[in-house]
Nanobody, 123 residues
Framework: QVQLVESGGGLVQAGGSMRLSCAVS????????MAWFRQTPGKEREFVAV????????TYADSVKGRFTISKDNTKNTVYLQMNSLKPEDTAVYFC????????????????WGQGTQVTVSS
């Protein structure tokens, strides 16, 4: 069993930055693909970014490319999402997800999820 716990959300002004963390426990961290998704009320969960086992490969949604950076520290069993140049439309609950197989942007196929952390960007 894998447990994921997100932290770092909050309120930030447009143009600002924020870093989210996702602490992973329960299994060997570096055997999992880690991803970030986000969701707003009434909408489906939206893919944000994914990173490979050893952090050598990343993929981003077009909406965040160039502004967000996903990274992982295998010594701390933690994955990060650095968010810069934030926009009001980035407001959402952000979730981290994990799977031993590459799932890309398909949220339905990820095996493990955190509880989410709220990010609110004010205009």
């Amino acid at each position: 069993q894998v447990q994921l716990v997100e932290s770092g959300g909050g309120l930030v002004q447009a143009g600002g930055s924020m870093r989210l963390s996702c602490a992973v426990s329960g299994r060997t961290f570096n055997n999992y693909y880690m991803a970030w998704f986000r969701q707003t009320p009434g909408k489906e969960r939206e893919f944000v970014a994914v990173i490979s086992w050893f952090g050598t490969s990343t993929t981003y949604a077009d909406s965040v490319k160039g502004r967000f950076t996903i990274s992982k520290d295998n010594t701390k069993n933690t994955v990060y999402l650095q968010m810069n140049s934030l926009k009001p439309e980035d407001t959402a609950v952000y979730f981290c997800a994990a799977d031993r197989t590459f799932r890309g942007s398909d949220s339905q196929k990820y095996s493990y999820w955190g509880q989410g952390t709220q990010v609110t960007v004010s205009s």
